[in-house]
């Protein structure tokens, strides 16, 4: 936290997130500290009217219960003028003017970053692309960044975590906000893993609007967005218009069915021009020039050889993969264990601290072996949200996902 943090937050007391009169107003001065000072003073004339009182409310006492509270929940923040403050952020129209972190933001600006968004309720056919395109990712040595919500969201935090990559979230609530609804556990395994993201503040609750906002900051983070699967209403596609005027990479998943209305966002990007992805090279490749130092030549995927692109087979000139003296194990994905292998079944997990609805999805599970997705979704009642559940229950390593949107302990 730099001198001028304090100024920076009282600043986005007045005008909020995401609100881009304060770069207007700052266009008037030379740091943020100068324009504490004439305003303090009384000079309101770079002031608009409709503005004046929200400054008379915004006082030193609130900056500094808000830098206690975050002090006390092990929040960092980083002010616009902070050294770490991501460039990529930086660079973008209507920049945040604080980030709280659960997390840290190192190496944001040098490491090849893919913001991976798609629909809450996709089909099994997403699922699977998703988990496996995200996990070879993670194992090139690609960061993937989300949002936190149920669906294809939380596919590629998990499945980006479990290919031993790193993980930024983005909130649009503050950090100390219940959402999604008993995230607690997705949002401190990604915080274990890369961090938690907001430019609100942190009991700030989440809004239509915030959404949207959030979704600049998504964009900007990454070198490329991939859109996993949407439909013409997706909020994925608003990640997908900030990226476009951020100058970034479009990536689309192609549909599964051309016809499925769920598809529609997606098939309408692939007419506009976006990347086809038919597996992780088809982004590797577009990063491979730049980034190469940063890439995992350790990973499975590139021992694959295709007929064009850094992996080609008539390729003339290779490099030299970079390997490690001791080459280290990937994480074992039961996704990719071969079906005639049988599942390894696992001491019964102890029960006796799992909330009501947690304690009924495992005691399905345990009763039934290997269970799918509908069948819990029929035989368990009253869960609210079943997807971050799960997801809960296997970052915590109490059941296991396995293909075909399948469990088990």
């Known amino acids: 936290m730099t001198e001028s943090t304090k100024y920076w937050l009282w600043l986005t007391l007045v005008y909020g997130p995401a609100n881009s009169r304060k770069w207007n107003l700052m266009s008037h001065y030379d740091s943020v500290a100068e324009a504490d000072e004439h305003i303090s003073s009384g ?29 006390k929940q092990r929040i960092t923040i980083y002010s616009y003028d902070d050294p770490e403050f991501p460039d ?27 913001t991976a968004v798609g629909t809450r309720k996709p089909d099994d056919y997403s699922r699977a692309i998703s988990s496996r395109l995200i996990g070879e990712l993670a194992q090139a040595g690609v960061t993937i960044a989300s949002g936190c919500a149920s669906g294809l969201d939380s596919v590629s935090l998990v499945s980006a975590i479990k290919g031993g990559g790193r993980v930024y ?39 239509a609007l ?9 964009s900007a983070i990454g070198l490329g967005t991939l859109i996993l699967q949407a439909g013409s209403s997706s909020g994925s596609l608003s990640t997908a218009a900030f990226a476009l005027s951020q100058g970034k990479d479009i990536f689309c998943v192609p549909p599964h069915n051309l016809y499925d209305d769920s598809y529609a966002g997606v098939v309408s990007l692939l007419r506009d021009g976006a990347i086809p992805v038919f597996d992780s090279r088809d982004i590797l490749n ?67 601290g799992l909330p009501d609805d947690r304690r009924k999805i495992v005691e399905y599970i345990l009763s039934n072996g290997i269970v799918l997705f509908d069948e819990i979704a029929e035989n368990v009642e009253e869960i609210s949200d079943l997807e971050t559940v799960l997801t809960e229950l296997e970052l915590d ?12 302990v």
Do not use: W
């Not at 952020?89 to 970053?113: A, H, K």
């Not at 915030?210 to 998504?218: D, E, H, K, S, Y």
């Open 397 to 408: 390593g109490i059941i296991r996902s396995l293909s075909g949107n399948r469990y088990t």
């Open 169 to 207: 979230t983005v909130m649009p609530c503050g950090l100390l906000c219940d959402y999604p609804k008993n995230s607690a556990a997705m949002k401190k395994a990604v915080s274990a893993h890369g961090a938690v993201i907001s430019e609100y503040l942190p009991h700030s609750g989440s809004t």
């Open 88 to 114: 990529r952020l930086r660079e973008i129209y209507n920049p945040p003017s604080v980030l709280f972190t659960l997390g840290r933001l190192d190496q944001i600006d040098e490491t090849v970053i893919i």
């Open 43 to 71: 000079d309101f004339t770079n002031v608009l009217p409709q503005d004046k009182k929200a400054f008379e409310l915004a006082t030193m006492d609130k900056v500094n219960d808000i830098i206690s509270e975050c002090e």
């Open 286 to 352: 577009e990063y491979y020039s730049v980034y190469a130092h940063r890439l995992n030549y350790s990973a499975d995927i590139f021992s694959q050889r295709s007929e064009s692109g850094i992996f080609s087979k008539n390729r003339n000139q290779e490099p030299e993969p970079i390997r490690s003296p001791r080459r280290q194990s990937r994480p074992v994905s039961h996704r990719d264990e071969p079906a005639e292998k049988p599942i390894e079944r696992r001491p019964a997990p102890d029960l006796s």
């Open 210 to 218: 915030n959404f949207r906002m959030r979704n600049r900051i998504l």
